[in-house]
């Protein structure tokens, strides 16, 4: 089989902090420089599961770059450079500690709530008698805090205001952003037969400047249904065929798993990471209009160290010397 990332443990020159996310492993270079690897772990329910999915980070970090460049018109971004396939190198920023979350359909985690009588969503009103995955009047913007250990939270824009967490003049200018950026997603997805559902979008300050940072419409961090067939199974009430984490989800909840105590994660066989693995695939192929080249997944920390390395002693010299 096919070898998955799981673990990163390195030591560059210049580094001064590492850090793990629940699916990226963050070294911190100097004061200027951010190195994200795109691991294959995949996470759900704030839990890591316990197997990785092979080019599961290829997949996110290459769409993440690919959104990053064909956003840059509408908001600056932290990227610099991809000096490996699961790689980004970018500008360190200090991120605001709200995720901006931007719904333009009632499904996942919204429709559930829904679904169990709650009719607001950090602070909006939801219109009465929608349906599962019915699309909004127009996108609506349910913000998460933004953890580092623990569940995101649902929060509303007057009590991020009042908390502090954000000033209201910036806030209000990541909303601009969020509903802009979310406008030009859903364009490039439609050009490919795709509906962007929902996504997330985290933003971060460096010198008094608003980036966007961290990854864009990636199956992580977004749902995207199929166009085609949409309105028919939406009419009859039936599953749309999509293209996200969702479908993880889903499994999950089917095997008893929602990250309840006293619950335990369902066996991840061989044959499920690949079927896993084959979806992120399709993804990618299909919102990037590109075929998926593999990389050589034979040694992939050694190759990984390399060319970040490599990048370091030449282009990223610049940025160190700041």
Known sequence: MEQALIKTDFKFLNQTDARKGKVRDVYFIGDNLLIIVVTDRISAFDFILPEGIPYKGHVLNLIASKFLD???????????????????????????KVEMVIRGYLTGSAWREYKAGARTLCGLTLPE????????????????????EGHDQNISKDEIIAGGLVSRKDYEQLENYTQALFRRGTEIAAQKGLILVDTKYEFGKKDGKIYL??????????????????????????????????????WL???????????????????YCKSVSERYIELYEKITGEKFIKSDSRDLAGRIKKNIEDYL???GSIWLNR
């Open 313 to 315: 002693s030449n282009d």
């Open 70 to 96: 064909a956003t840059t018109d509408i908001v600056p971004n932290w990227k610099l450079a991809t000096p490996d396939p699961m790689v980004t190198v970018g500008l360190r920023c200090e991120p605001f």
């Open 129 to 148: 008698g929608m349906k599962e995955n019915e699309k909004f009047p127009s996108p609506i913007i349910t913000p998460t805090t933004k953890a580092d």
């Open 213 to 250: 940072i961290d990854e864009i419409h990636t199956p992580d961090s977004s749902r995207y249904f199929y166009t085609d067939g949409y309105r028919e199974r939406f009419e009859k009430g039936e599953e749309q065929k999509q293209l996200s984490k969702e479908f993880v989800r889903k």
């Open 253 to 271: 909840m089917d095997n008893g798993f929602q990250g309840k105590d006293g619950q335990t994660i369902p066996e991840m066989t061989p044959e």
